[in-house]
């Protein structure tokens, strides 16, 4: 869950929200369109991001290379000792400039740190430049944590508004550094109804803007503040690059966890110069044991060969905050399922609340579809409760309901700080593995006749909103396996990729985090040679044939050919490389999705993918390049769903017409009935 505001303070309770949200996406600023983490992502999701590690630390309590046997516990850290860290707003998930300007001119970006642990050297560079076409007095206001730290007036036409800024090394316990920018331009005005507005004032924060820190490595002192503390890029140590089926099963279902937690997880082998965040150990750690150890002078997690299902267990939302401790043995972790039709989104892991609203504010939330997809159900409607407060304009505030960027429903507010109720449908289109929920309250900037001043007035989001549950008709897209993986499911490698696990790993995890496959329910199976394995249930196979697979997809020596109707090819194109194609397929009763590479060399799987509701995915250097669905490529299935009913069609007014046209046919034939009754009397 996350909180975004524009043009507006945050409510006291918005530290409160925020303080749970160490794995969360950081808190970016109202419409900014980050790359989706697993998400996924869509316009306002932000990829979730730790910092980045930039200079290897001096060898420690391991020797070079950085081998399991030499890690120590985390207690024996040198005392003081300070890990480096540094993260670009690119990092944080910005893939373009920050710009503010009338009337989004104040933003507010959460800067994530380990929560609660002392930091050194915490500095801010800032890169920045601004344009100012209207005059006026223009200021830079920069607070932080809600401390004004800096301001600046400009009045130059243009120029560099760069800025460095040391910043205090207190603990953050919220696990983020709030970092409020507010650029705005005073302009004279002869009366109170002139205009204002000065959309020629732009400033624009560039993604090359760097956060660095150090943080106390031994005030890491159990796994829960070592999960929060992961760079945006964890370095996933593995023993080799040749890899027991145990070791390579862990090894995804770690990457696969990492990457629902909004990370970008890298595999690398052990050796000299690497770094690890995370070690999946074929030694020195007990079966099902998950640990934090010292290795090369830094605190590593370490998850034993036959964890790697406990840890993704619990590392997830529901179950963080329980791994209070150095070493846990685990063995049994689920999550929690409800009985009923209807799940809160507290469930869920969101956090509902209130917060003040002046212009814009949104609040979001996220979920995996895995969540709430089982025995055949899924997401069929969604509940927001929401109440807001009265406010001195007239004008009333409209929220706005979306899923993964797509608007499900909307209402203008009475305001009267009673909960009032959205129940919007969910269209399967709108679903993916990863989903954000995002509830947009807004309000014009007007005021009666120039006599009243806006001012923010508080919003809530209510601990009522919910999701109802409801059938998913099993087809044969990406979106209806996705459901069936909420039940579990198999994946399939071929044995060769076991020795080749650093090239192979990447493109394991990005295919299972974006089909949606459970790490924790999933089973692993290899596949010897040319021969597939029989599977029960939903499976994805990546570069393994299936047995019986009705595809419709020929992918061999860099041709890529899709079968059309009456011999006639859709596609047929030759000389590809670097290039993937993944499918829904029908294998032996069962369905799942098959992964192809053409040509020599698979693409790099190095930014994500959200799929929908296509059958056949084309990948190349640039992630998802198109997806199509060769079974309804016109789209009724979406149009069935959003076909409007009767009401819909404002053919209501049938209705006292059908029902006076039956109150008369129902008094004529007891008329009728009555003249014949009275008719035998008389005989």
Excluded at 245 to 260: F, K, N, P, Q
Excluded at 532 to 541: C, E, I, N, Q, S
Aim: charged share 20%; aromatic share 6%.
């Amino acid at each position: 869950m996350k909180l975004t505001t524009s043009l507006s303070k945050s409510a006291p309770q918005l530290g409160r929200l925020i303080a749970t949200l160490a794995l969360a996406w950081p808190l970016l600023g109202t419409a900014q369109a980050p790359a989706p983490a697993a998400a996924q992502p869509t316009a306002q999701a932000q990829a979730q991001a730790q910092g980045s590690v930039t200079a290897p630390v001096q060898p420690g309590a391991a020797p070079a290379g950085g081998t399991l046997a030499a890690a120590a516990p985390a207690a024996a850290q040198t005392p003081g000792q300070w890990i480096p860290r540094a993260m670009s707003f690119q990092d944080l998930g910005f893939t373009g400039p920050v710009v503010l300007g009338y009337p989004d001119t104040i933003r507010e970006i959460y800067l994530p740190v380990p929560p609660g642990i002392n930091l050194s050297n915490a500095t801010l560079n800032l890169d920045a430049s601004y344009v100012r076409a209207d005059g006026g007095r223009t200021t830079m206001i920069v607070a932080v944590d809600g401390v004004p730290v800096s301001a600046r007036a400009f009045v130059a036409d243009k120029g560099d508004a760069s800025l460095v800024i040391p910043l205090d090394n207190k603990p953050r316990p919220s696990g983020f550094v709030r970092l409020n920018i507010d650029w705005r331009t005073a302009v004279a005005r002869e009366n109170t109804c002139a205009d204002a507005r000065t959309p020629g004032n732009l400033l624009r924060i560039e993604p090359t803007s760097k956060f660095t820190f150090n943080y106390a490595g031994n005030e890491l002192l159990d796994l829960t503040t070592a999960w929060s503390a992961l760079p945006p890029n964890p370095v996933i140590g593995i023993s080799s690059n040749k890899l027991a089926a145990a070791a390579y099963d862990s090894a995804w279902r770690v990457g696969v966890a990492l990457e629902r937690a909004g990370k970008r997880p890298q595999v690398k082998a052990m050796g000299a110069g690497v770094v690890p965040d995370i070690v999946i150990s074929d030694q020195g750690a007990g079966s099902n044991e998950v640990k934090l150890a010292n290795m090369n002078g830094r605190p590593t997690i370490v998850v034993a060969q036959d964890a790697g299902a406990k840890a993704a267990g619990l590392f997830s939302q529901i179950w963080q905050q329980a791994a209070a401790g150095q070493s846990l043995v685990v063995t049994a972790i689920e999550e929690p399922k409800s009985e009923n039709k209807a799940v809160t989104l507290k469930y869920l892991g969101a956090k509902p609340g209130s917060f003040d609203v002046l212009s814009h504010a949104d609040w979001n939330a996220t979920f995996d579809i895995g969540q709430v997809a089982a025995d055949g159900q899924g997401p069929g409607t969604l509940v927001m409760d929401v109440a807001a407060s009265p406010s001195a304009a007239r004008t009333p505030p409209i929220v706005s309901v979306f899923m993964n960027e797509v608007l499900l429903g909307a209402k203008e507010m009475e305001a009267t700080g009673r909960r009032e109720r959205i129940v919007a449908p969910i269209p399967r289109y709108a679903l993916a593995s990863r989903n954000v929920i995002r509830v947009s309250f807004v309000r014009q900037l007007a005021s009666d006749r120039c006599r009243e001043t806006p001012e923010p007035f508080p919003v809530s989001v209510l601990a009522s909103s919910h999701m109802l549950l409801d059938k998913i008709e099993p087809t044969g897209d990406f979106t209806g396996l996705m459901a069936a993986f909420g039940s579990g499911g198999t994946l399939v490698v071929p044995a060769a990729h076991l020795s080749d696990a650093q090239g192979t790993l990447p493109r394991v995890i990005r295919l299972a985090s974006s089909t949606g496959l459970s790490p924790m329910k999933a089973k692993f199976v290899t596949a010897e040679g040319n021969s597939a394995p029989k599977v029960d249930g939903p499976f994805l196979a990546v570069d393994v044939p299936m047995n019986g697979d009705k595809s419709e997809v020929k992918a061999e020596n860099g041709r890529l050919y899709l079968s059309g109707s009456k011999d006639k090819p859709l596609l047929d194109v030759r000389g590809l490389n670097r290039v993937g194609v993944l499918e829904v397929v029908n294998a032996g009763g069962n369905t799942g999705a098959v992964y192809r590479t053409l040509g020599t060399e698979p693409p790099p799987f190095d930014k994500p993918m959200q799929l929908s509701e296509g059958n056949v995915a084309i990948m190349g250097n640039n992630g998802l390049r198109t997806e199509v669905n060769t079974h309804d490529p016109g789209g009724q299935l979406a149009m069935r769903e959003t076909k409007p009913g009767l009401f819909d069609r404002s053919y209501w007014w049938l209705l006292p017409i059908l029902a006076v046209t039956f109150f008369i046919a129902l008094l004529v034939y007891a008329s009728r009935a009555r003249r014949r009754k009275n008719a035998s009397t008389d005989v």
